[in-house]
């Protein structure tokens, strides 16, 4: 279990790192939030502005994206954070707004699209079609 939380830790840094350079581009002074930061993963001093940056390993075979709001019985996720922007690494970069996302994610609460997940199912989150990022 230790080894795919290392794992996963290492591939969201990947996708973190690719998004600072596209941001930067524009931004030069946003960076990483280091250490462990539940608002966002990325801070764009110039717009005051934070952004997620996620990834879906099983996007390919299930055609879906996981949008976790719930971590052992408590709100988190899109439920918590307070980045404005997600930016979300699958077959493409999908770049949307935090709000839009919520609101893709709220048609389908309590449906069979709500479902447990993540390590030990400790996770509750929303499959969203990759076709409505």
């Known amino acids: 279990m230790r080894e795919k939380f290392v794992k996963d ?3 969201g840094k990947v996708y973190e790192n690719k998004a600072l350079k ?3 581009k524009d931004y030069p002074k946003a960076y990483i939030q280091d250490g462990y930061f539940l608002d966002w993963d990325i ?3 110039e717009l005051e502005m934070g952004v997620e940056v996620k990834s879906d390993a099983q996007y390919k075979k299930t055609g879906n994206f996981y949008v976790e709001y719930e971590f052992n019985g408590k709100p988190s996720g899109i439920a918590t954070t307070k980045a404005k922007q997600y930016y979300i690494y699958l077959d493409k970069l999908y770049i949307i707004e935090t709000e839009d996302l919520k609101d893709k994610c709220r048609k389908y609460l309590n449906t ?5 997940g993540g390590d030990n199912m400790a996770s ?7 076709q409505e990022l």
């Open 9 to 11: 830790l290492e591939t």
């Open 22 to 24: 596209l941001i930067q």
């Open 112 to 116: 069979k699209k709500d479902k447990k």
């Open 43 to 45: 801070y764009i001093p």
């Open 124 to 130: 509750k989150g929303i499959i969203i079609p990759i």
